[in-house]
């Protein structure tokens, strides 16, 4: 029997281990946002000082198992075997949710995960057990800790607005006192924020992070509570002395020492609050279990009767077990490409430049945006003039970064990733203090949101796209609270039906889930690095973009060979799945090309007098390479339609012909993606002299199905399709030939 039960407490500490990873890929990289998106220090640097935080909050994350084990539910109303049944379908449900979320691309919290999956598990139970004493549903208070359960999520949706609301307000107050030119400010300037920004950090690094810990006395914590005032003042006069200096006599920017340590603080904060999401589950597991055996070998008790009063008690630290749980989180981040990646979603979205928008507008968005400019047009009418105008020149953007390429640019200044790291980790140490276990995403999310909009990065042009994908990630959010309930209770109620062979089972299926999550990760990984988007063009001289330019010519021609091959593979066969694919790869390239354009007016804005020329040919390229799309557009869309709709596929004499010119457009494809690979521009007077071979073999063809549909041709679908793919062939051509004669002209010239 306790076999069985071993085996659970096993399969526990793996899928702990695994969640861990699988939670850090997803999540912990919030805490890097600030520091990632203000180029602030080294990314060497922000991971060294981020794993020293995770180690410190690892340590300090006791208080938050109470949630793991009571804070829910009453254990005291449930036997060891059906506490084993609710900790182990929470733990598979997170596994398999997360790798479900992850595969899907959604923005998902642990946090959030783990306490709707601890109560659809409790109350699946609780169902059962109410009718199996043929109880009402009135009595499920008894089991469910709803006070408590209330208290969790209330904290959790309202830290929501109140970190965009504190976010935005402090950072709409920081930036009117500082301006986006804070480093031409007098350095009691910067002394005195440093200041209050590490003493807000300090006391919740000392009072809130370390007190459950050994490394301060006691006594200190005691004081330190008792004469808050005469703290908090020491620190505010001690940081503002320290900063005055340093940024004075050693030219020491107090603005990246608060992003050093702000890291440090939300690093801590993170895993001192999220840490129970990962262990806290099998740590009351193998608590409980050490009672039940405890009890069996002295008195014989079986599983289905001892009651788990045991839970309710008060367990002793494990820090070897927390330190563990830590070096796990410190080694993910560290080796987890998957994470790094994460962090890009929240430093896009509150990017102060332009940027390549991931989310679509919706009815919602474009409501919001709207409304909120009504509004903000009635307070101007009735803000006074002198007032509009004071505000307006604090928030003009600096000019310092004008010099610097694009790709450098940082998102946003030191200012506001100070302010984003201050006010989520004081809302994230405030939270585990109090022992609410606040999403880390939420917060660092909505920090970032509400900083974001106060420092007017979602203008006119971006705002809808931002608001956007705000709104997405929130509804991904409450998608997580109702997948995380249901799954957990199915989960439950599954393997209280199944017994022990329904728990291996499912332990077996959420191990092959993250199996093929890694694989499938790794594979989209390959192919992201094997297939780059289109480039935008930030030269200033004319030699710099005929550079540039060859590169997103030399994608668009090998992009263009694979989507033709693909088509008339897909009509060939007449695989629907394959010419659907077709259409997505031109509308990805479409897409890519009409950001290009979207990027002109800054392209045309930093070039140089001496190369406006410069501008006419990049313009022509864009057309020419629009032109490409438009081409393959029809192509593939016609493909597609004739297929799916179940026409008559094209006959033999057909599809050969269409292979004889797939064969030599691909070996001229080839050649020419070469050619701009290689900068060997001279040969492409070489390409362009192919020019009437390849039109002759299409005008050629077009004459065989005249000839074909006079006499034999009997389907109009048919012969339709088959035209309009060898014209808009030759227009491809054509294309393709101009585009090769500009830059051939144009070389020359320069």
């Given at each position: 029997?306790?076999?069985?039960?071993?085996?659970?407490?096993?399969?526990?500490?793996?899928?702990?281990?695994?969640?861990?990873?699988?939670?850090?890929?997803?999540?912990?990289?919030?805490?890097?946002?600030?520091?990632?998106?203000?180029?602030?220090?080294?990314?060497?640097?922000?991971?060294?000082?981020?794993?020293?935080?995770?180690?410190?909050?690892?340590?300090?994350?006791?208080?938050?198992?109470?949630?793991?084990?009571?804070?829910?539910?009453?254990?005291?109303?449930?036997?060891?075997?059906?506490?084993?049944?609710?900790?182990?379908?929470?733990?598979?449900?997170?596994?398999?949710?997360?790798?479900?979320?992850?595969?899907?691309?959604?923005?998902?919290?642990?946090?959030?995960?783990?306490?709707?999956?601890?109560?659809?598990?409790?109350?699946?139970?609780?169902?059962?057990?109410?009718?199996?004493?043929?109880?009402?549903?009135?009595?499920?208070?008894?089991?469910?800790?709803?006070?408590?359960?209330?208290?969790?999520?209330?904290?959790?949706?309202?830290?929501?607005?109140?970190?965009?609301?504190?976010?935005?307000?402090?950072?709409?107050?920081?930036?009117?006192?500082?301006?986006?030119?804070?480093?031409?400010?007098?350095?009691?300037?910067?002394?005195?924020?440093?200041?209050?920004?590490?003493?807000?950090?300090?006391?919740?690094?000392?009072?809130?992070?370390?007190?459950?810990?050994?490394?301060?006395?006691?006594?200190?914590?005691?004081?330190?509570?008792?004469?808050?005032?005469?703290?908090?003042?020491?620190?505010?006069?001690?940081?503002?002395?320290?900063?005055?200096?340093?940024?004075?006599?050693?030219?020491?920017?107090?603005?990246?020492?608060?992003?050093?340590?702000?890291?440090?603080?939300?690093?801590?904060?993170?895993?001192?609050?999220?840490?129970?999401?990962?262990?806290?589950?099998?740590?009351?597991?193998?608590n409980a279990f050490l009672s039940w055996l405890a009890e069996f070998t002295a008195n014989g008790t079986l599983p289905s009767a001892f009651s788990m009063e045991s839970l309710a008690e008060k367990v002793p630290t494990q820090p070897y077990l927390l330190l563990i749980a830590g070096l796990v989180m410190v080694l993910t981040l560290w080796f987890s490409e998957k994470a790094r990646r994460v962090v890009k979603t929240s430093v896009d979205l509150s990017r102060q430049d332009e940027v390549k928008e991931r989310f679509e507008p919706n009815w919602l968005s474009q409501k919001l945006v709207r409304g909120v400019i009504v509004l903000g047009t009635g307070i101007n009418k009735v803000m006074p003039a002198s007032s509009s105008n004071f505000i307006n020149q604090r928030f003009e953007k600096s000019t310092t970064t004008a010099t610097i390429p694009k790709s450098e640019v940082p998102a946003f200044d030191m200012v506001r990733a100070a302010v984003n790291l201050v006010i989520a980790s004081v809302l994230i140490s405030v939270a585990t203090g109090l022992k609410l276990p606040l999403s880390t995403t939420y917060v660092t999310f909505m920090v970032a949101m509400g900083t974001s909009l106060a420092d007017r990065a979602w203008g006119s042009e971006s705002a809808v796209y931002r608001v956007a994908g705000v709104l997405n990630v929130i509804g991904g959010w409450f998608l997580t609270a109702l997948s995380a309930f249901s799954a957990a209770a199915i989960l439950a109620y599954l393997m209280y039906l199944g017994g022990n062979y329904a728990i291996i089972a499912l332990f077996f299926l959420a191990l092959i889930m993250i199996v093929r999550n890694y694989l499938s990760s790794k594979k989209d990984s390959l192919k992201a690095k094997a297939q780059e988007d289109l480039k935008k063009a930030e030269s200033i001289t004319i030699a710099g973009i005929i550079e540039e330019s060859a590169d997103n010519i030399a994608k668009t021609v090998s992009r263009t060979n694979k989507i033709y091959t693909n088509v008339l593979k897909g009509l060939s066969k007449g695989e629907v799945n394959s010419l659907k694919k077709s259409r997505k790869w031109v509308e990805k390239l479409n897409k890519e090309i009409d950001e290009l354009r979207g990027n002109i007016f800054y392209f045309i804005k930093n070039l140089e007098e001496t190369s406006v020329r410069g501008s006419?040919?990049?313009?022509?390229?864009?057309?020419?390479?629009?032109?490409?799309?438009?081409?393959?557009?029809?192509?593939?869309?016609?493909?597609?339609?004739?297929?799916?709709?179940?026409?008559?596929?094209?006959?033999?004499?057909?599809?050969?012909?269409?292979?004889?010119?797939?064969?030599?457009?691909?070996?001229?494809?080839?050649?020419?993606?070469?050619?701009?690979?290689?900068?060997?521009?001279?040969?492409?007077?070489?390409?362009?002299?192919?020019?009437?071979?390849?039109?002759?073999?299409?005008?050629?063809?077009?004459?065989k199905q005249v000839e074909r549909t006079r006499s034999e041709e009997s389907s109009p679908k048919n012969t339709t399709l088959y035209f309009g793919l060898l014209l808009e062939t030759k227009d491809l051509i054509e294309e393709i030939m101009n585009l090769l004669e500009l830059y051939s002209t144009e070389h020359k010239r320069s």
């Open positions: 029997m306790e076999n069985m039960y071993i085996f659970m407490i096993i399969a526990l500490a793996i899928l702990a281990i695994a969640d861990l990873v699988v939670g850090v890929s997803n999540d912990a990289v919030n805490f890097l946002n600030s520091a990632i998106g203000s180029k602030a220090v080294s990314f060497r640097t922000i991971m060294i000082v981020a794993s020293v935080g995770i180690a410190f909050g690892a340590l300090s994350s006791s208080g938050m198992m109470e949630v793991a084990r009571k804070g829910i539910f009453d254990p005291s109303q449930f036997y060891f075997n059906e506490i084993m049944i609710i900790f182990m379908a929470v733990m598979i449900t997170d596994i398999i949710l997360l790798d479900i979320f992850n595969s899907l691309g959604m923005p998902t919290s642990t946090t959030v995960s783990i306490v709707f999956e601890l109560l659809g598990a409790a109350v699946a139970m609780s169902i059962v057990k109410i009718s199996n004493n043929n109880d009402t549903l009135l009595e499920i208070g008894n089991y469910i800790n709803t006070d408590k359960a209330t208290e969790i999520i209330l904290g959790i949706l309202l830290s929501v607005v109140i970190a965009f609301s504190v976010g935005a307000i402090v950072q709409f107050i920081s930036r009117l006192l500082l301006t986006f030119n804070f480093e031409k400010k007098a350095s009691w300037v910067a002394a005195v924020f440093g200041g209050v920004a590490i003493t807000a950090i300090a006391y919740f690094i000392i009072i809130k992070g370390l007190k459950s810990t050994n490394i301060l006395p006691p006594e200190f914590s005691s004081w330190a509570n008792e004469n808050l005032l005469q703290f908090l003042g020491v620190n505010f006069i001690l940081w503002t002395v320290l900063s005055g200096v340093t940024h004075k006599f050693f030219k020491i920017n107090v603005y990246r020492v608060i992003i050093i340590v702000g890291t440090f603080a939300l690093a801590m904060a993170f895993a001192g609050n999220d840490l129970v999401n990962f262990i806290g589950v099998p740590m009351a597991a193998y006419n040919f990049y313009i022509q390229i864009l057309g020419y390479l629009e032109d490409i799309t438009q081409s393959l557009d029809y192509i593939a869309k016609a493909s597609y339609k004739h297929i799916n709709n179940n026409h008559k596929p094209l006959r033999f004499n057909q599809i050969r012909d269409l292979q004889e010119i797939n064969n030599k457009l691909n070996a001229f494809l080839s050649e020419t993606e070469i050619a701009f690979k290689d900068r060997n521009y001279y040969k492409i007077d070489i390409l362009i002299g192919k020019k009437q071979e390849l039109y002759d073999d299409v005008k050629d063809k077009i004459q």
